[in-house]
């Protein structure tokens, strides 16, 4: 088999150290294997790149490894610094399902020396890892989506905090989160328990009867529900601050981004949030992918019967 890379290094990360094997070829054509123990710590992945230099070393493979794995790339690209060993040296991702180790075989030694087996005939199929930007959108809009889920789990605790407490205001309220309902809330919190002071927050447009929101605001709230309603209700204000400050975030970083965002928008039905969250996926080069069927397999966006095998390992 032709071999593409004939000095290449595979890595096998961990929590605390990186295992790298650098594949050598002798000069009566043998292959020999040098491997060396790093920690992780930015001075250990310093030294890391330094040993891969004096090889000669040009192509790295290591596999996603959690989130492990990205340091150990950032700091072997070189990234941002436009100098450096790191500079013209390719770096391959791969998915681990793809690269899976010789029965009888696992040691943290012999997975780096299979990896760097299989990349010096360029076996190994790279995933695709974002430019710094496209990851750092990907990481704010990811911490996003899920402060939105504790957002709404926060919701779903007032709601079971209102039934215990015999308070139907979803029944009235198609949005306890509302307007309305956010002002009930507040009073409901703060120790209102009267059902007609209760009723006069809410506002004229709500279509249910004054008769049934009195009704459905008659109940018998307790100390502790009342300390349940407040904390909750802290907790949603300031995990809404905390999405405000990230939308914040990433429209200051968005310049790169901002054509396509602004493109992608005017498909109908995506906003400009859900475009800048299908470019933190996928990035902005659709070069990667050979077909449209490609790109829609990528993020699951079809059935998995009608996918089509990705160009590369799903992303990292």
């Known amino acids: 088999m032709e071999v593409l890379h004939p000095r ?40 890391l790149s330094d040993w891969l230099e004096g090889h000669g070393c040009s192509c790295v493979a290591m596999e996603a ?51 760097s087996d299989l990349l010096a005939p360029a076996l190994i199929r790279p995933s695709f890892v974002p430019d710094a930007g496209t990851r750092a959108m990907r990481d704010l809009l990811r911490t996003r989506k899920q402060l939105v889920r504790e957002q709404a789990s926060h919701v779903q605790r007032i709601q079971k905090t209102l039934e215990d407490a015999n308070l139907k205001l979803a029944s009235v309220l198609t949005d306890i989160m509302g307007q309305s309902g956010r002002a009930v809330l507040d009073a409901l919190a703060a120790g209102e328990t009267d059902p007609d002071r209760l009723r006069a927050l809410v506002g004229s447009r709500v279509k249910a009867s004054p008769e049934a929101i009195r009704a459905a605001l008659t109940g018998r709230p307790g100390p502790h529900h009342r300390f349940l309603l407040a904390l909750h209700l802290g907790q949603i204000d300031a995990l809404a601050a905390a999405i405000a400050a990230i939308d914040a975030e990433v429209d200051r970083d968005l310049g790169p981004f901002r054509e396509a965002v602004a493109l992608l928008a005017t498909i109908p ?35 998995a019967t009608t996918r089509v095998p990705a160009s590369a390992a799903p992303p990292a």
């Not at 475009?275 to 077909?291: C, H, K, Q, T």
């Open 8 to 47: 290449c290094a595979g890595l096998d990360v961990h929590k605390d150290t990186v295992v790298a094997a650098v594949r050598l070829i002798e000069g009566d054509g043998s292959v020999r294997h040098e491997v060396e123990t790093f920690a992780t710590t930015t001075p250990g992945l310093v030294a």
């Open 65 to 115: 490894t959690g989130i492990y794995w990205r340091p150990v790339w950032q700091v072997l690209a070189a990234e941002g610094s436009g100098e450096g060993p790191g500079e013209n040296r390719t770096l391959v991702l791969a998915n681990a399902a793809h690269v899976k180790n010789v029965p009888g075989r696992k040691t943290d030694v012999a997975d780096a020396v299979w990896l």
């Open 269 to 303: 039905g995506v906003g400009e949030l859900t475009a800048e969250v299908i470019l933190s996926e996928i990035g902005r080069d659709m070069g990667r992918f050979p077909s449209a069927g490609h790109l829609l397999s990528w993020p699951a966006s079809v059935p």
